[in-house]
């Protein structure tokens, strides 16, 4: 395959047609009212515009729930593309280019005890539990150590003329593209630093940056140059209505990187992937990044990045804080606290009713600020659904 949804920088909501086609999903919850279709809605939202109601979306799920609710448990949905079917979210789709190819191969090195030892697709050595259970990783070496370990990975795994690269266009256009399509559809444009410090771990990429900061700028670039080549090929062809990035590049406090650096050598990307968008007409672009972003977000504005996603509120604070400040200059997706949501319905309720007249002015589709965890119920968590059609679905 040419092309393909990839898992880190299309945004989760975006339904992967390849995987439904061979099973009927059973619709768990009706779909909002409205009488304006999914493509018109949030367009017309995202650019600050009535609307009928708001657009319908949600960020996924740990792992865990998909074993522990019944009603995922029940009706065989095992993945996230499944539960939007099944949860009747507005429908989006998406497509994106390769990142590594071919990735380093996914290996156990050793076993000790309760973990194991793996290299992963991005050539990391990673202690892992022997049981799979849900947990970040801990990384402990990265196949990249210097200059030279980095110009054998790039000649290897991210050629520029690598067949794999070219995109089928008809295959791609019948997937997403289809005549009079009623719904929205986005471009991934990638990762400028967030793969980067994959592949570096944050450790790595703290030293690199001072150690031998003319092979991370080339690093950077590579992402850049093939997010570009990919940008090449599909933007005269299909009219996408937004793009999308990924990078938590952020923690609970701050960026990863200093901002000297990332004004220096990331924005100039930013700016040139944003460039092409706006030649074709997309102006929604927005970047998946956890932790607190608000520093850096007058330098993703300076790149053409006017979204933020999903803006987790223990390190950001309150969504419409920053829609205030940056009013009519930056949206929001997601901002709306996990951990309230685990509370109960008179709490999502009060927490809720809060955001409406700023999801009124448009730029703003409140969903869960990261993937929603276990220890939110299945009846709360469809409390919290309930609620806010109520609030939100402007009947």
């Not at 990638?190 to 031998?212: F, N, P």
């Not at 990044?289 to 006017?306: E, F, M, T």
Request: aromatic share 10%.
């Amino acid at each position: 395959m040419a092309y393909g949804i990839i898992n880190y920088s299309i945004h989760p909501n975006i339904l992967s047609r390849r995987n439904l086609m061979t099973q009927e999903i059973k619709k768990l919850l009706p779909k909002w009212k409205g009488t304006m279709t999914d493509r018109e809605r949030f367009n017309r939202q995202m650019h600050y515009q009535s609307v009928d109601r708001c657009h319908n979306m949600e960020f996924g799920y740990w792992e865990e729930n998909y074993t522990i609710w019944p009603m995922f448990k029940e009706n065989g949905i095992t993945q996230e593309c499944q539960a939007n079917v099944a949860l009747s979210f507005d429908r989006m789709d998406g497509c994106g280019a390769r990142w590594m190819h071919p990735e380093f191969e996914s290996k156990v090195i050793r076993e000790n005890g309760a973990t194991k030892i793996i290299q992963n697709g991005d050539g990391l050595l990673a202690e892992v539990p022997r049981d799979g259970h849900a947990t970040i990783p801990h990384f402990m070496e990265s196949s990249i150590k210097g200059p030279e370990d980095w110009k054998r990975c790039r000649e290897e795994r991210f050629r520029r003329d690598d067949p794999a690269r070219k995109v089928n266009m008809a295959e791609l256009k019948a997937r997403i593209d289809p005549a009079n399509r009623d719904f929205p559809i986005g471009v991934s444009c990638g990762s400028m630093i967030g793969k980067v410090r994959d592949i570096l771990t944050v450790e790595g990429l703290a030293y690199h940056i001072y150690d031998y900061p003319e092979m991370v700028e080339d690093m950077v670039e590579t992402c850049c140059v093939l997010i570009e080549d990919f940008l090449d090929q599909v933007l005269p062809h299909i009219q996408f209505d937004f793009a999308s990035g990924w990078e938590d590049i952020c923690y609970n406090r701050g960026p990863l990187v200093g901002l000297d650096f990332f004004e220096n050598i990331v924005v100039p990307r930013y700016q040139r992937i944003s460039k092409k968008l706006r030649e074709h007409g997309v102006d929604i672009y927005f970047t998946d990044c956890d932790g607190d972003v608000r520093p850096i977000i007058p330098l993703l504005l300076k790149g053409g990045i006017n979204t933020l996603f999903p803006f987790e509120v223990n390190g950001n604070g309150n969504p419409t804080d920053v829609l205030d400040q940056y009013a009519g200059e930056i949206r929001i997706m997601g901002g709306v606290n996990k951990m309230v949501m685990a509370r109960g319905p008179e709490a999502v309720r009060a927490y809720l009713e809060k955001f409406v007249p700023w999801v009124e002015k448009g730029g703003f589709i409140p969903h869960c600020d990261h993937r929603c965890p276990p220890d939110v119920s299945q009846e709360n968590y469809l409390a919290y659904l309930r609620i806010k059609e109520e609030l939100f679905g402007m009947h």
